[in-house]
């Protein structure tokens, strides 16, 4: 059974609580959705969608069992082979998962999960506190800043651009337009410091990586 996106949040809100990783869920979601589109896969964005809102299932409550927990969670709910592998695949390296990321789909979700967060924590450092106006500029100088939102990894997102074969340039650019246009992303209207620094990776809480870009 591949969840459609909505029944993907429903799943998410049952093992999470946070707003924070919940927003987080929401945007890597509609980032891949967007990434789905701009890659071919147009015909695939719901399954890009389900896959992004799921990656982090287990990460609320089970912080030190990442992406083991989430495929015991996903194969009990009858979810389908490709969408935990995808989910799981995020976490190669990091993780005790066995799934490296080979697909468009993994690779994407490898490359742009990190970044999602490291571009949340530079926009609550910017004075619109809005995605809309965040350059590749200002995001390369938050990069190069190994202390600003030290639990993004910076090597993690180096990889995932590897892996695509694209300059880390691109892939900034790419991910700075798909939080554009993703709803759940900070557009300045409300702030959503909730997001702002969010990973969804093993290395650290995404609260620890907010604090870390206050603190810059």
Not at 58 to 85: K, N, S, T, Y
Request: proline content about 5%; hydrophobic content about 40%; glycine content about 8%.
């Amino acid at each position: 059974m591949v969840p459609t996106p909505e029944e993907a949040l429903e799943l998410l809100e049952r093992y999470n609580q946070d707003p924070f990783h919940l927003t987080h869920g929401r945007i890597v979601g509609e980032v891949l959705r967007w990434y789905a589109a701009d890659m071919g896969h147009a015909d695939e964005a719901d399954l890009w969608q389900t896959v992004g809102t799921l990656h982090d299932l287990d990460f609320e409550r089970w912080p030190e069992e990442h992406c083991v927990r989430e495929e015991q969670l996903m194969r009990e709910a009858g979810i389908d082979e490709l969408v935990i592998r995808a989910c799981c695949s995020h976490g190669w390296g990091l993780t005790g998962t066995p799934y490296e990321p080979e697909s468009d789909l993994e690779k994407v979700l490898f490359a742009a999960d990190e970044l999602t967060g490291l571009i949340g924590a530079a926009v609550l450092m910017r004075p619109s506190k809005s995605v809309d106006d965040l350059t590749v500029k200002s995001l390369k100088k938050k990069f190069k800043d190994k202390k600003f939102a030290a639990g993004c990894s910076r090597d993690v997102i180096g990889q995932g651009a590897d892996r695509l074969g694209w300059e880390l340039a691109t892939l900034m650019e790419k991910t700075i337009e798909a939080m554009r246009q993703s709803p759940s992303a900070p557009h300045g209207d409300e702030a959503n410091g909730h997001e702002a620094g969010a990973t969804a990776t093993s290395t650290a809480p995404a609260q620890s990586v907010a604090s870390s870009a206050t603190q810059a």
